[in-house]
């Protein structure tokens, strides 16, 4: 089959890669359909995130079943799915508690980021590919209702459900002004999902136009980020946003984050950090009771309600949508999404 290999730093190339097999009775195989690239795998072809080269990227797939293992109960041949990116058994302590992204079975395993990603499953494929071979099915692949499109549904592996833990993490009230640092797909997807839990307003902070205008169709208010600071402050009688989302994964952002947020305020942390570390005003958070969350999603548990909030009609990210490329041109989608040209917001390849 066709896979988007890593081979280093600006280079990725579509080409010929072994065929997914079933290795347990859990297992399924997946041909897919629609699959998209990541604000986070950005981190690989920026060379932030070492990863082993000839490592198949990508881990927001949609697509069809091809075959079941012998111990896969609620999936059939021919069932169209979205792949969560988290591989999760659905069964264990944290599974059970609703925290799959710290799933003990699969080690947090997450699709197409290298062998050091892989969890306890110790490989993983990736899905910007033709097919993917995806462990603990039952729980990592979720059937899609025939309401829900390829397009729609790829926002479910990933990115809708990370700004949606987001936003619960926030804990929006009704009334609330929440700030969301950085207009990315997974900061759009953030301004969604503030929405549902009735905010007052949702400011939306970025320094890039053609974002800040999706923004603002959204239903967002949009700021640029170097007026960002005072603005949110004179739109809360100079107290900051009682929540704030920071979507970007870098530090600048998470600063501006903490430091738009009221005491007593909530800065949840979505962003994907490629640094190890990085300088926390840790005295500043102290003196303004500021409550602080990150984590990597537990996409699998969100994906049910989401997945009827799209059905419904509630939700729809599709406007997020600026590019639908064949597989073969991933290369040109990477560079497209890295180099943020043509108004680029989300990238999906069709294969
Ligand atoms: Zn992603
Ligand atoms: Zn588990």
């Excluded at 936003?167 to 549902?196: E, Q, Y």
């Excluded at 900051?240 to 501006?256: K, R, S």
């Excluded at 738009?260 to 500043?284: C, D, E, K, L, Q």
Aim: glycine share 12%; with cysteine; hydrophobic share 40%.
């Amino acid at each position: 089959m066709k896979g988007t290999v890593f081979h280093g730093p600006h280079d990725v190339r579509v080409e010929r890669v072994d065929d997914p097999a079933l290795q347990t009775p859990t297992d399924a195989l997946v041909r897919i359909t629609r699959a998209g690239i990541c604000g986070s795998d950005l981190h690989f072809y920026h060379g932030a995130f070492p990863i082993e080269p000839g490592f198949v990227l990508g881990h927001e797939g949609v697509g069809v079943i091809e075959e079941v293992g012998s111990g896969v109960d609620r999936l059939k041949k021919g069932d169209r799915v979205v792949v969560s990116g988290l591989v999760a058994c659905g069964r264990c302590f944290f599974c059970r508690r609703g925290q799959p992204s710290q799933c003990s079975e699969s080690g947090s395993a997450v699709f197409g980021y290298g062998a050091s990603s892989a969890g306890k499953l110790g490989w993983l494929g990736g899905e910007q590919s033709e097919a993917v071979r995806v462990p603990m099915a039952d729980y990592t692949c979720y059937p899609l209702p025939a309401a829900i499109d390829d397009d729609a549904a790829v926002f479910l592996a990933d990115i809708l459900p990370t700004a949606y833990f987001g936003a619960i993490n926030g804990n929006i009230r009704p009334g609330d002004t929440v700030a969301i640092f950085g207009c990315g797909p997974v900061g759009l997807c953030a301004v969604m999902s503030a929405k549902l839990f009735g905010p007052a307003e949702v400011i939306a902070v970025d320094s890039i136009p053609y974002r800040l205008e999706l923004a603002r169709k959204l239903g967002a208010t949009p700021m640029s980020l170097e007026n960002a600071q005072q603005a949110i402050l004179d739109r809360t009688e100079g107290r900051g946003a009682d929540v704030t989302i920071e979507a970007v994964g870098n530090e600048g952002a998470l600063t501006a984050a903490i430091m738009a947020a009221r005491g007593g305020g909530t800065v949840s942390v979505i962003g994907v950090f490629a640094a190890p570390s990085f300088n926390f005003p840790i005295g500043y958070a102290f003196a303004r009771d500021l409550k602080f969350s990150i984590g990597l999603a537990n996409i699998n548990a969100h994906i049910p309600e989401l997945s009827r909030l799209i059905a419904s009609g509630t939700l729809d990210p599709r406007p997020l949508i600026s590019h639908i490329m064949p597989l073969d041109d991933a290369a040109k989608g990477y560079e497209i999404f890295n180099a943020r040209k043509d108004n680029v917001m989300k990238v999906l390849l069709k294969p």
